[in-house]
């Protein structure tokens, strides 16, 4: 779809629309981030009320005049409405302001076009745009209307061609489907090989622009790209990660999530998301800083619960990560640690920039998983320095003590899962073993 340099914004509000959990003018600024984010450059933004939607072009015909006139004066190309628009509207105030109109739906289809990298998320994204503009292809043959002709509801040479058009689509539609079920069944056998290792996943989700990639950059030493933009990242990227008992995670980077995400989008990016179902702790991480923030919160709530994850459950594997405190007042600092305290859930306030409050929640993460953890002391032989040092390499060493014969005491926290392998390695060793 082609770009415009010069972009003019409307964000519709109305009593016809469910209330929203943003402000108006909140979601009118997200929008013209949405549009800088793919380099548009903005002449002008502003709210139109819309009390009775027009079937036809959505807007009443004295706004549609004056849109037109101030479209005219800046000379711009690219009307980005931040809310549906159907096809019928798009034709009609694209012919009234001579201008290409694109909704927000559309909009965000043209960032993820723009970010997807690997062959999977341009085949989601493709994916994606594909469904969305099936529905559109009335639109795009208006240049064959002169060619219609026929008796009755015949369309002529126009409708034949949107109807080759309709079955190419289909076509394209099904065999990306084949490919990503391709891409389903190899990311299924990598689960099932991390369950053989086997390593905790850790997924990291949020709304755009709260600082995942940061955070992700901060605590694995990666080098993910990390910018202060929407949608900086779509491609999923892991690293493994050691934790002070150890224990070794895998901590996965997702893609950001938005109010009205385009439902086509959370359908073709199902094989990445299933990452995040699949995990055993999710971070899901906030910008303290943003007024927004509660109402960002649910939105990424209500993409996880068409997930299939209970986020309200007692027991939910999710812990919340309060970022980018380093950009609160002293004040307002204050008061998120407060609200922190006295949270049932308490979450782990951060700054993924400057560092601080990582080690806690890796603690956390720590704590979190290790719920099955078993506590052991061991008095190990003088000459069994390898055993020590397997405590060290793949366990939490808690207290260390060296005896009159030579012998060391250890108290060792060690994961679950590599018990078995503790004890095996005491056998062998000849230490003896206690429960604390």
Do not use: C
Not at 173 to 198: F, Y
Not at 212 to 236: C, M, W, Y
Request: proline share 5%.
């Amino acid at each position: 779809m082609k770009r415009a340099p010069r972009a003019g914004f409307e964000q519709v509000t109305g009593a016809t629309r469910a209330a929203p959990l943003h402000s108006p003018h909140d979601r009118l600024q997200e929008a013209v981030g949405l549009a800088e984010a793919i380099d548009l450059h903005v002449i002008e933004s502003l709210l139109v009320p819309v009390a009775n939607p027009r079937p036809a072009t959505l807007f009443g015909t004295g706004k549609v005049e004056s849109l037109k006139a101030l479209i005219a004066a800046h000379d711009i190309a690219l009307v980005i409405i931040d809310h549906p628009v159907s096809p019928i509207q798009q034709r009609n105030l694209e012919r009234a302001w001579n201008a290409k109109v694109l909704d927000r739906t559309g909009l965000i289809l043209e960032i993820f076009g723009r970010r997807a990298r690997t062959k999977e998320g341009r085949l989601q994204v493709e994916l994606a745009h594909l469904s969305y503009q099936k529905g559109r292809l009335v639109r795009t043959w208006t240049h064959l209307e002169r060619q219609r002709g026929g008796y009755g509801f015949l369309g002529g040479p126009g409708e034949a061609q949107i109807e080759l058009d309709r079955r190419m689509i289909d076509e394209r539609i099904m065999a990306i489907r084949k490919e990503l079920e391709v891409v389903v069944r190899t990311r299924e056998l990598h689960r099932k090989g991390r369950r053989r290792v086997p390593y905790p996943v850790v997924a990291i989700v949020g709304y755009t622009n709260a600082g995942k990639s940061t955070l992700f950059n901060r605590i694995t030493g990666a080098e993910v790209f990390a910018k202060h933009q929407l949608f900086a990242t779509l491609d999923p990227t892991m690293r493994e990660v050691r934790l002070k008992s150890g224990r070794r995670i895998i901590l996965s980077d997702t893609v950001g999530f938005i109010s009205d995400l385009p439902t086509m989008l959370v359908a073709a990016f199902r094989a990445t998301l299933e990452e995040v179902i699949e995990a055993d702790l999710i971070l899901h991480v906030r910008d303290i800083s943003q007024p927004e923030t509660d109402s960002q919160a649910r939105d990424v709530e209500a993409v996880l619960t068409d997930l299939g994850i209970d986020t309200l459950a007692a027991d939910a594997p999710i812990l919340e990560v309060w970022n980018k405190i380093d950009l609160l007042s002293p004040v307002t600092r204050e008061q998120a640690m407060s609200a922190a305290r006295w949270s049932e859930r308490p979450p782990a306030l951060v700054s993924a920039v400057t560092g601080e409050g990582i080690d806690a929640l890796l603690g956390d993460i720590d704590r979190r998983l290790g719920r099955g953890d078993a506590i052991l002391e061991l008095v190990i032989p003088v000459h069994e320095g390898r055993l020590l040092n397997w405590l060290y390499e793949e366990a939490e060493v808690l207290a260390r003590e060296a005896l009159d014969n030579g012998e060391v005491r250890a108290r060792v926290r060690v994961a679950a899962e590599k018990k078995e392998r503790l004890l095996a390695q005491a056998r062998r060793a000849g230490a003896a073993l206690t429960p604390v």
